[in-house]
């Protein structure tokens, strides 16, 4: 089994920041890609951040420089630097991963995807 705990969210005031932080522990062969989803009331979940195996970073466009996502390999944990935050960034943020898990004796491998529960971000203007 693979699990997530996120961690890092609450209350800041506009313009402040927040460094979020998604640890993954279990038993898995790998990390391939982890990402930062969100989540606002009444909106879909949307990618905020993408961050591959080999380091190549995808944000979304709404970011504009303002979040910056980076990996520990050695620790499992991906993290979300998070500047000069608006109230439109509030919502719930979801870490996501997909790892490479062993399924049988043979050895053979499959690729899985995981979702952190979420972590709130609220920000008062």
């Known amino acids: 089994q693979v699990q997530l705990v996120e961690s890092g969210g609450g209350l800041v005031q506009a313009g402040g920041s927040l460094r979020l932080s998604c640890a993954a522990s279990?038993?898995?062969?790998?990390?391939?890609?982890m990402a930062w989803y969100r989540q606002a009331p009444g909106n879909e979940r949307e990618l905020v951040a993408q961050i591959s195996s080999g380091g190549s970073t995808v944000y979304a466009d709404f970011v504009a420089g303002r979040f910056s996502i980076s990996r520990d390999n050695a620790r499992h944990t991906q993290y979300l630097e998070m500047n000069n935050l608006t109230p439109e960034d509030t919502a719930v943020y979801y870490c996501?991963?997909?790892?490479?898990?062993?399924?049988?004796?043979?050895?053979?491998?499959?690729?899985?995807?995981?979702w952190g529960t979420g972590t709130l971000v609220t920000v008062s203007s």
């Open positions: 996501y991963v997909q790892v490479t898990v062993v399924v049988n004796v043979e050895g053979a491998k499959r690729n899985i995807e995981r």
């Open positions: 279990g038993r898995f062969d790998g990390i391939n890609s």
